[in-house]
């Protein structure tokens, strides 16, 4: 049970900050459907970092550099450009993973992608808390990003809340010409907020590469950035929702794992789709009532 | 006495057009003035100018002594002027603590929630605002929603407070209640300008009124002695509000639209016929089964049981298409969506009735050529302000984009009209013009409903006026047996 769970975290913890991520652009009113390319060069960058210098830690330094780098693109492109949001989060997606894998290529010099093994950001245990029975291993043994996730949410929450930041940033997502009548800059609000989702959805792919699969491979995210977007519609553009959603994704995927490792005769695929459908069920439960903040996608006017 | 607010000599202008030619404006604390205009008058320019959105091109500025000079909208807010915008500035999904606290520096980088709410509190006490700081404002009616902005400005200490069209979306309770208000902020020594083109209203609350036409001042008085008629002429340069020619009673025709025991979802029973020659005004409060009474005499709306027949053919469960071969023509209220494609030309919008049909189009074919000269004539006889017919329809004025409704409408030659709301936001001389032509419809034989929540359009071209009040009529009586006392009772004794 205590696998299962663990498992469950495991797997919910790159979705949790690629969701938290997420949260900060959409709330300011651009949807993130570049999370996936987000977390992809986070991923990459984090890989590059701890490879070359064999520190974990420097490649935790370059993750929100990667991600921040996709941030930036979607930033211009569809809050300066005022591009439709759909098309230009897909367009990253497909950028990051075509520029990721290029360049893993470039590296090798060779044409074949190299093959890291790097060093893995090892498990923190907190003293005293990790001793307590059950939870203490589950929840106070962890590596550091996934700390980092709990406390981004604590973070997240407060911003949101009690900073006139974060105030500035939900009503930008809500009713730009509000903020830009109140003296705010309302384009200003938006491209920070998305460079700032690329950094934080990077530190999502950074979970995978320093801490969980040691390497980095084309596509390696394989559909995490959607499944994180699926989280935080799920959990209501909050923080905690958000993180509720991505345990429960993460159990899900977790059940799938044992039921195939007890003989359990699923297709791997099924496995896959899993996630998804849970997504999806929840989703068209939610149905109109999940309340969307109410300018997200539109684009700012061309004065503002 | 000192002013507060001394603008003299302003000129502004875009091009060859001057907006603002010499205009002076006082305020003084403790002042309402009124900014009376019709759209485009200069009005919107002049308030620009003096909140920085627009630089003048000759005049100066000054307010509580100071010289305001190249100043931002943010200099202006800080100086403490503050605007009320027609739309509000307010973000719906946030509670009024959040709205008032939003790009508020008093409120701190870390919100002190709990200091906002108390001086919210304080503050709707003092001034009579009755507004809470936790409600969100997407459940605050319209009224309550301006009084959030007028409670923004007066804890950024605002100290003069411009108005754009207040009361333009208010029912009447809450125009009351925004007219307390201003009264209260009066005595507290805060100047005001108010804007409007609502005469009744103006002569209520303002001291004085400054008036705009074309740019220049045409009228400079204090309200005591001022009658509305005399207001209208500043404005307009005619009385609109003398009282018209008594219309002649139209001979009897025939009944043209008929409705029989008719139901609907949101409506009650109804039955009545409106006849050859004649105007059947209904009036009433917003929102009382108004717009599903249009929409189901035009087809947009399934009918439920009853009988709808124009010149005695059962049209009741006919297409829109059909019905409007049987002659009925519909204005809708909301002219931006259901009466207009904003984002296509005059003529386009001029055609979409009939764009099968000669002028506009042979077969399958559009033709061009004889189109845009048709929309020329019609642009002429309906004064279509729009530099040609290929002009986008979305950038003319709301006067002017509901011209192109009338005459789109009016062209077909009904036999029965649906009007709703069809002055609706527009200034005396287009409302003048929208009531002109529907009289000339009465005389050319048309029945017509004339659908309208302002009593005094109703009143003045209404052969007979009925008040609509859930869904049914609470009353009908002849244009000479009006009541006005009954038809407020009727209005609002029954006013959802």
């Not at chain 2, 049909?357 to 077969?363: A, D, L, Q």
């Not at chain 2, 709301?398 to 409408?409: C, F, L, S, Y």
Request: glycine content about 12%; some cysteine.
């Amino acid at each position: 049970m205590i696998e299962f769970l663990a498992a469950a975290i495991r797997i919910a913890t790159p979705l949790a900050l690629a969701a938290l991520g997420g949260i900060l652009s959409e709330r300011a009113g651009v949807f993130a459907v570049g999370l996936e390319g987000m977390m992809l060069a986070g991923a990459f960058a984090a890989a590059i970092g701890a490879w070359a210098t064999s520190e974990p830690i420097a490649g935790l330094l370059l993750a929100p550099l990667g991600g921040g780098v996709i941030g930036l693109a979607v930033a211009i492109v569809a809050v300066r450009f005022r591009a439709d949001n759909m098309v230009t989060g897909l367009a990253v997606n497909v950028l990051a993973l075509g520029l990721t894998s290029y360049l893993m290529r470039i590296l090798a010099s060779g044409g074949r992608p190299v093959s890291m093994r790097l060093p893995l950001l090892t498990a923190l245990p907190i003293p005293a808390l990790s001793d307590l029975p059950v939870i203490g291993p589950l929840l106070f043994a962890q590596p550091p990003l996934t700390y980092l996730t709990a406390l981004g949410c604590l973070l997240m929450t407060l911003f949101l809340n009690r900073t006139q930041a974060g105030l500035t940033l939900r009503a930008t997502g809500e009713n730009p010409e509000a903020v830009f009548a109140s003296g705010g800059h309302p384009a200003r609000v938006r491209m920070l907020a998305v460079i700032a989702c690329g950094a934080v959805a990077g530190l999502g792919g950074a979970v995978l590469t320093l801490q969980q699969v040691g390497t980095f491979t084309d596509g390696m995210t394989g559909g995490r950035g959607y499944m994180a977007l699926a989280a935080l519609i799920v959990g209501r553009w909050t923080p905690w929702g958000a993180a509720a959603a991505c345990l429960v994704f993460g159990a899900a995927e977790a059940f799938e794992l044992r039921l195939q490792s007890f003989g359990v005769p699923v297709s791997s695929y099924v496995v896959q789709m899993a996630p998804y459908l849970i997504a999806l069920t929840v989703l068209a439960g939610l149905g109109q009532s999940s309340k969307l903040p109410a300018a997200i996608g539109q684009p700012l006017p061309s004065t503002r | 006495m000192s002013m507060m607010l001394d603008m003299r000599g302003i000129v502004r202008r875009f091009g060859h057009v001057v907006a603002n030619d010499a205009i002076d404006l006082d305020v003084a604390a403790g002042e309402i003035v009124g900014l009376l205009g019709e759209n485009g008058s200069g009005k919107s320019t002049l308030m620009k100018v003096l909140f920085g959105m627009l630089p003048p091109d000759a005049g100066t500025i000054s307010f509580r002594g100071q010289p305001l000079t190249g100043h931002t909208p943010a200099a202006a807010m800080a100086a403490g002027i503050a605007m009320i915008h027609q739309h509000f500035m307010l973000v719906d999904a946030m509670t009024v603590a959040e709205n008032v606290m939003l790009g508020w520096r008093d409120a701190g980088r870390l919100l002190r929630r709990k200091e906002m709410a108390d001086r919210i509190r304080d503050v709707s006490r003092r001034f009579g605002l009755d507004l809470d700081p936790d409600a969100r404002v997407a459940a605050l009616s319209l009224g309550r929603r301006q009084r959030v902005e007028i409670l923004k400005a007066i804890l950024r200490n605002a100290e003069l407070l411009v108005l754009d069209e207040p009361t333009s979306n208010l029912a009447s309770a809450e125009v009351a209640e925004l007219l307390t208000v201003l009264r209260r902020l009066r005595q507290e020594g805060k100047g005001i300008i108010f804007i409007s083109h609502k005469l009744p209203e103006v002569l209520e609350i303002c001291d004085k009124v400054v008036v705009l036409r074309a740019g220049r001042v045409t009228g400079r008085t204090s309200v005591a002695g001022a009658s509305q008629g005399m207001l209208a002429e500043m404005m307009i340069g005619r009385d609109v509000t003398a009282p018209r020619p008594p219309m002649v009673a139209s001979s009897p025709g025939p009944a043209r639209l008929s409705v029989k025991d008719f139901l609907a979802p949101g409506l009650a029973r109804l039955s009545f016929e409106i006849r050859r020659g004649e105007i059947f005004g209904v009036a009433g409060v917003d929102g009382n089964g108004q717009i599903e009474l249009v929409e189901a005499l035009a087809g947009l709306r399934p009918a439920g049981s009853g009988a709808i027949t124009i010149d005695g053919h059962d049209v009741t469960r006919a297409s829109v298409a059909a019905r409007l071969t049987r002659g009925l023509a519909y204005m809708p209220a909301d002219r931006g969506t259901t009466a207009l494609v904003k984002t296509m030309s005059v003529a386009e919008n001029l055609m979409l009735r009939d764009s099968g049909r000669p002028p506009y189009g042979h077969g399958l074919l559009l033709t061009r050529g004889p189109a845009n000269a048709k929309a020329r004539a019609l642009m002429a006889d309906y004064d279509i302000r729009a530099r040609d017919p290929s002009f986008i329809a979305g950038r003319l004025s709301g006067g002017n984009q509901q011209k192109i409704v009338v005459a789109r409408e009016l062209d077909r030659r009904p036999a029965v009209l649906i009007a709703h709301q069809a002055a609706w936001g527009l200034d005396p001389g287009a409302t003048h013009f929208v009531l002109d032509r529907m009289l000339a419809l009465r005389e050319a034989g048309a029945a017509i409903l004339y659908v309208s929540s302002e009593l005094e359009e109703v009143l003045a071209i209404s052969d007979r006026i009925a008040v609509m009040a859930r869904g049914g009529f609470a009353g009908i009586v002849p244009r000479g047996e009006v009541d006005p006392r009954q038809l407020g009772i009727w209005m609002a004794g029954r006013a959802a």
